[in-house]
């Protein structure tokens, strides 16, 4: 007996006197709830939660709006009014209320990428060198004489007209616009004039697959006349249906046309195969940019 109260009396005691044998302590502190690293936490499920929440949104407006509207649609709506989705302008948009067109990546066939439309504002020009510079928008390597090219262009471009093609059946409306437009601004120095094919598929903007479609396009690509103006051909790889929602395209079965000036902004447009009425107004309209400081 007398050794077991030795033994108890030699245990470990705490400074209250307690058995540190008879209670135990836990090692790890807790954090409390209101710890700031918590908050953070917190904080960061619940916009990764609300992106997540906003992008599935996102996705089943999209897939609503591609199943509503089909190819089906688009022959009917053809049908009905021939590719003239809206009547073109008949006056010149005002600057204070133009819109920006949305940029666009074109590749073009002889390896050159650009960003259009090309504006002559410093700021646009120094914002596209610094994206170039991160990689992000030249997908092919630039020759030496398409930089001297596009450089100038850039200098020199008061308006641009591009034409914008979805399906091969619209060539045919855009050409109703650009012979025109080509004969009446031959000579002028200041005036872009680009044709844009889409192409959609997946497979067919891979990089090799596309690097091939190109060089074949090239070869096919008629010999360009000496004249200023010259019909420019490009290609626009990849999925580009928040572009058209930009724009309002709906049908892809016609042919749209814009008329933009130096800074961006969109002056004109008409859609269709061009009425007489409507391309003495896009001739008209060009040559009232020309004159903008």
């Not at 120095?189 to 596309?210: G, K, M, P, Q, T």
């Not at 580009?240 to 447009?269: A, P, S």
Request: some cysteine; charged content about 25%.
């Amino acid at each position: 007996m007398l050794r077991l109260r030795r033994i108890i009396s030699a245990a470990p005691r705490n400074v209250n006197g307690g058995n540190l044998l008879k209670k135990e302590k836990k090692i790890s502190p807790i954090i409390p709830m209101h710890h700031p690293s918590q908050r953070i936490f917190a904080r960061f499920l619940d916009i990764h939660e609300l992106a997540t929440k906003t992008a599935i949104e996102r996705s089943r407006a999209r897939l609503k709006d591609e199943i509503s509207r089909g190819y089906f649609q688009d022959m009917k709506d053809m049908e009905k009014h021939g590719g003239k989705v809206s009547k073109a302008n008949k006056i010149i948009i005002p600057a204070s209320s133009a819109i920006k067109f949305p940029t666009l990546e074109v590749n073009f066939p002889d390896g050159s990428c650009l960003k259009l439309p090309l504006t002559s504002d410093e700021n646009d020009v120094n914002a596209s060198a610094s994206d170039n510079a991160k990689g992000y928008s030249l997908k092919l390597p630039l020759t030496s004489k398409a930089n001297d090219t596009n450089a100038s262009m850039s200098d020199t471009a008061k308006v641009s007209l591009l034409c914008l093609s979805f399906r091969a059946s619209s060539s045919p409306m855009l050409d109703s616009w650009i012979s025109p437009f080509l004969e009446t601004f031959a000579h002028s120095s200041d005036v872009r004039l680009y044709e844009v094919s889409f192409i959609d598929s997946w497979l067919l903007s891979r990089w090799l697959i596309r690097k091939l479609l190109l060089k074949f396009m090239k070869k096919r690509t008629p010999g360009e006349k000496q004249d200023a103006l010259h019909r420019q051909l490009g290609y626009a790889f990849g999925d580009h249906y928040y572009f058209r929602k930009e724009l309002q395209i709906i049908n892809l079965l016609t042919g749209y046309i814009f008329l933009v000036d130096k800074h961006g902004r969109i002056r004109w447009q008409g859609s269709g195969v061009a009425a007489e009425d409507e391309l003495l107004s896009l001739l008209t309209c060009t040559s009232l940019l020309l004159e903008e400081n």
